[in-house]
């Protein structure tokens, strides 16, 4: 006959405190950290303050706490099923009610404010550590002072003394008892539910079964305890095994932080790792390693729980020792090509003037959704023994692509583009999985809309955009006035500079500093309008050159160039002398932009080799 029942109590509110002081409940390892904020937010989200609120007005729970005592750990081993929130509400009223009813002290520290002394604040600590029962079972203040040591701050406030003493002995006690006369923590009853005789898988399935419909449990918390069991597989690696039990062991430390109850302890030594401490603490530890690699949220499934589930087809008696080693394998495989990548385009060799920390934390912005999917993509090529050159080419091209986009203005455009970006999450059900299931059998697809000639329309449609003569002007009163403030410039216009420099320059012209400048200088006047900063006008040079050259003729770098060697670099970007002569004139040292007809075919005639030149090196050309 079974031993298992459910079993259907009222506790007051001062024996779950009894129960919780004396180490009787603990928090199983599969129950959710806490989540409710002391006081209610903007949303109204669930917080405790409006719970405390709640239970002075029904002076009932209603809803039961949720409690489970596993025969093989004790009846007095009480695990916590469901209502954590609840019960860290609770205990933090009557641990510190000031901190969870604060208005019904607000009388009290005006009372305070008043009192002339340097320690006002250190005495508003004192009544604010005061738990619920200090309060009500306040008889002499000046004993409570010297119980903690602070009968020196008591006479600083014995000016005020008829006041505070009228508030702590008689307004305050009012107010946090129930209608003004009994007390909250024997008054108020909590509905209870004990599941006895079941062990500890049992109670792990109990927490699925009544969260499994709950909205405000995320699908990652319910694999806590759908996981729980999952643990027939070995990790073959073993120093890669005790850095990832590290890494599990942080999880429930830090999981364990300011909970109420004794929380369950992950044993590094004896401990098995289980499927859901494997990806959490996997994931965790792959954040420490990549930057674009988040840790493990609670917002939805994360990063390495969605492409396991996609890559194995279910995240349920999945976890078999062939899978979860090959899973290690791949994302490492992965994780360090796009860290190669990423390393290559946004990399510091360039100093920040030209290249700087805004680029190089572009990686930081990729989505989960857009990783599923280049992740996915890399194990992909993977499998078919792609080279690695290869697929760094071609996740490159698409990253770009992607980055870019973002720079364009027009909404319309900016959204036609999107059409042919193979990272960009669209929405609707199931979208990440089939994309990432074709991908992972074709990885080749992961390019396969965006033809050399999309991506060249997309830098021309760029160029274009950012081409604002009429921006470099204030409209005000008198007329137009010439904006000398330069423009920042935008990822696109970078990465076109920077690719013709990989292309063009010798590797040793690295070691030094760049800047990017002008061609014609920045402090150029000029008639009519046109845009100064447009891509087409901009160089970056080695900083040493450009300051000596300042805002002179042209000709000025030749000066330090015997020093460097490399103008002959750039050769194609900087206009011969006679061309540039035609353009502008350096007349009384005030540099002058005379035919601005010439000035736009300059431009469009860099614009042009910066974007052919960067296709070139994308489509290997």
Same mark, same amino acid.
């Given at each position: 006959?079974?031993?298992?029942?459910?079993?259907?109590?009222?506790?007051?509110?001062?024996?779950?405190?009894?129960?919780?002081?004396?180490?009787?409940?603990?928090?199983?390892?599969?129950?959710?950290?806490?989540?409710?904020?002391?006081?209610?937010?903007?949303?109204?989200?669930?917080?405790?303050?409006?719970?405390?609120?709640?239970?002075?007005?029904?002076?009932?729970?209603?809803?039961?706490?949720?409690?489970?005592?596993?025969?093989?750990?004790?009846?007095?081993?009480?695990?916590? =099923?469901?209502?954590?929130?609840?019960?860290?509400?609770?205990?933090?009223?009557?641990?510190?009610?000031?901190?969870?009813?604060?208005?019904?002290?607000?009388?009290?520290?005006?009372?305070?404010?008043?009192?002339?002394?340097?320690?006002?604040?250190?005495?508003?600590?004192?009544?604010?550590?005061?738990?619920?029962?200090?309060?009500?079972?306040?008889?002499?203040?000046?004993?409570?002072?010297?119980?903690?040591?602070?009968?020196?701050?008591?006479?600083?406030?014995?000016?005020?003394?008829?006041?505070?003493?009228?508030?702590?002995?008689?307004?305050?006690?009012?107010?946090?008892?129930?209608?003004?006369?009994?007390?909250?923590?024997?008054?108020?009853?909590?509905?209870?539910?004990?599941?006895?005789?079941?062990? #500890?898988?049992?109670?792990?399935?109990?927490?699925?079964?009544?969260?499994?419909?709950?909205?405000?449990? #995320?699908?990652?918390?319910?694999?806590?305890?759908?996981?729980?069991?999952?643990?027939?597989?070995?990790?073959?690696?073993?120093?890669?095994?005790?850095?990832?039990?590290?890494?599990?062991?942080?999880?429930?430390? #830090?999981?364990?932080?300011?909970?109420?109850?004794?929380?369950?302890?992950?044993?590094?030594?004896?401990?098995?790792?289980?499927?859901?401490?494997?990806?959490?603490?996997?994931?965790?530890?792959?954040?420490?390693?990549?930057?674009?690699?988040?840790?493990?949220?609670?917002?939805?499934?994360?990063?390495?729980?969605?492409?396991?589930?996609?890559?194995?087809?279910?995240?349920?008696?999945?976890?078999?020792?062939?899978?979860?080693?090959?899973?290690?394998?791949?994302?490492?495989?992965?994780?360090?090509?796009?860290?190669?990548?990423?390393?290559?385009?946004?990399?510091?060799? =360039?100093?920040?003037?030209?290249?700087? /920390?805004?680029?190089?934390?572009?990686?930081?912005?990729?989505?989960?959704?857009?990783?599923?999917?280049?992740?996915?993509?890399?194990?992909?090529?993977?499998?078919?023994? /792609?080279?690695?050159?290869?697929?760094? #080419?071609?996740?490159?091209?698409?990253?770009?692509?992607?980055?870019?986009?973002?720079?364009?203005?027009?909404?319309?455009?900016?959204?036609?583009?999107?059409?042919?970006?193979?990272?960009?999450?669209? /929405?609707?059900?199931?979208?990440?999985?089939?994309?990432?299931?074709?991908?992972?059998?074709?990885?080749?697809?992961?390019?396969?809309?965006?033809?050399?000639?999309?991506?060249?329309?997309?830098?021309?449609?760029?160029?274009?955009?950012?081409?604002?003569?009429?921006?470099?002007?204030?409209?005000?009163?008198?007329?137009?006035?010439?904006?000398?403030?330069?423009?920042?410039?935008?990822?696109?216009?970078?990465?076109?500079?920077?690719?013709? $420099?990989?292309?063009?320059?010798?590797?040793?012209?690295?070691?030094?500093?760049?800047?990017?400048?002008?061609?014609?200088?920045?402090?150029?006047?000029?008639?009519?309008?046109?845009?100064?900063?447009?891509?087409?006008?901009?160089?970056?040079?080695?900083?040493?050159?450009?300051?000596?050259?300042?805002?002179?003729?042209?000709?000025?770098?030749?000066?330090?160039? /015997?020093?460097?060697?490399?103008?002959?670099?750039?050769?194609?970007?900087?206009?011969?002398?006679?061309?540039?002569?035609?353009?502008?004139?350096?007349?009384?040292?005030?540099?002058?932009?005379?035919?601005?007809?010439?000035?736009?075919?300059?431009?469009?005639?860099?614009?042009?080799? $910066?974007?052919?030149?960067?296709?070139?090196?994308?489509?290997?050309?």
């Amino acid at each position: 006959m079974s031993n298992k029942r459910v079993k259907n109590e009222q506790w007051s509110i001062k024996e779950l405190i009894d129960k919780i002081n004396n180490k009787e409940i603990s928090k199983p390892k599969y129950q959710r950290k806490k989540k409710w904020d002391i006081t209610p937010k903007k949303d109204n989200t669930p917080n405790e303050k409006s719970y405390i609120e709640f239970l002075y007005r029904t002076h009932n729970s209603v809803h039961a706490i949720t409690f489970g005592q596993d025969d093989n750990r004790g009846k007095q081993n009480i695990q916590n =099923i469901d209502g954590n929130n609840r019960i860290n509400a609770i205990s933090h009223f009557i641990k510190t009610p000031f901190e969870v009813l604060e208005d019904h002290f607000k009388d009290l520290f005006k009372i305070l404010d008043k009192i002339n002394s340097v320690n006002v604040d250190e005495i508003k600590d004192i009544f604010k550590s005061m738990s619920y029962t200090d309060i009500i079972r306040m008889k002499r203040l000046s004993d409570y002072f010297e119980s903690i040591n602070k009968k020196e701050l008591y006479h600083e406030i014995k000016d005020k003394l008829k006041d505070i003493e009228n508030e702590i002995y008689y307004n305050i006690p009012k107010k946090l008892k129930i209608a003004g006369d009994y007390e909250f923590d024997s008054y108020v009853k909590i509905n209870v539910n004990i599941f006895e005789g079941y062990d #500890t898988d049992e109670l792990c399935k109990t927490f699925e079964d009544i969260n499994k419909f709950n909205s405000k449990l #995320t699908e990652i918390e319910l694999l806590a305890s759908r996981l729980h069991n999952e643990i027939d597989f070995e990790i073959y690696d073993k120093s890669f095994e005790i850095e990832l039990k590290n890494h599990i062991l942080y999880y429930y430390t #830090t999981k364990a932080d300011d909970e109420v109850l004794p929380c369950y302890e992950y044993d590094i030594i004896n401990d098995k790792i289980n499927a859901h401490d494997f990806i959490v603490g996997f994931q965790n530890l792959c954040n420490q390693k990549y930057v674009f690699i988040e840790k493990t949220d609670v917002n939805g499934l994360s990063l390495f729980f969605k492409l396991y589930k996609i890559i194995y087809r279910s995240l349920n008696k999945s976890f078999s020792s062939k899978n979860v080693n090959e899973f290690i394998d791949n994302i490492l495989y992965s994780c360090d090509i796009l860290q190669a990548i990423s390393k290559k385009i946004f990399t510091d060799t =360039i100093n920040d003037k030209l290249f700087n /920390a805004t680029c190089q934390k572009k990686i930081e912005t990729l989505k989960k959704n857009n990783l599923v999917v280049i992740i996915g993509c890399i194990i992909g090529f993977k499998s078919k023994k /792609a080279a690695k050159s290869h697929i760094e #080419t071609e996740i490159t091209k698409c990253l770009l692509y992607h980055f870019m986009i973002d720079d364009i203005k027009e909404k319309v455009k900016r959204e036609n583009y999107k059409k042919y970006d193979s990272i960009t999450y669209r /929405a609707g059900g199931g979208f990440i999985e089939n994309t990432v299931s074709k991908i992972l059998s074709n990885p080749e697809k992961i390019n396969e809309y965006l033809p050399e000639e999309i991506f060249t329309d997309m830098i021309k449609d760029l160029i274009k955009e950012n081409n604002n003569p009429d921006e470099r002007y204030i409209n005000n009163d008198t007329g137009s006035k010439k904006k000398d403030k330069r423009r920042k410039l935008k990822f696109y216009e970078k990465m076109l500079m920077f690719y013709y $420099y990989k292309q063009e320059l010798s590797v040793n012209m690295f070691q030094y500093k760049f800047s990017i400048e002008h061609i014609c200088p920045n402090s150029s006047e000029w008639k009519g309008k046109l845009d100064k900063d447009r891509p087409g006008n901009l160089i970056p040079i080695i900083a040493e050159m450009n300051i000596s050259r300042n805002n002179k003729h042209i000709k000025k770098y030749e000066k330090m160039d /015997a020093k460097f060697g490399f103008l002959k670099f750039i050769k194609n970007i900087i206009p011969k002398y006679t061309d540039y002569d035609k353009i502008i004139n350096h007349d009384n040292n005030k540099p002058s932009i005379i035919n601005n007809k010439l000035y736009e075919i300059m431009c469009q005639k860099n614009e042009k080799i $910066y974007t052919e030149n960067f296709i070139k090196c994308l489509y290997n050309k």
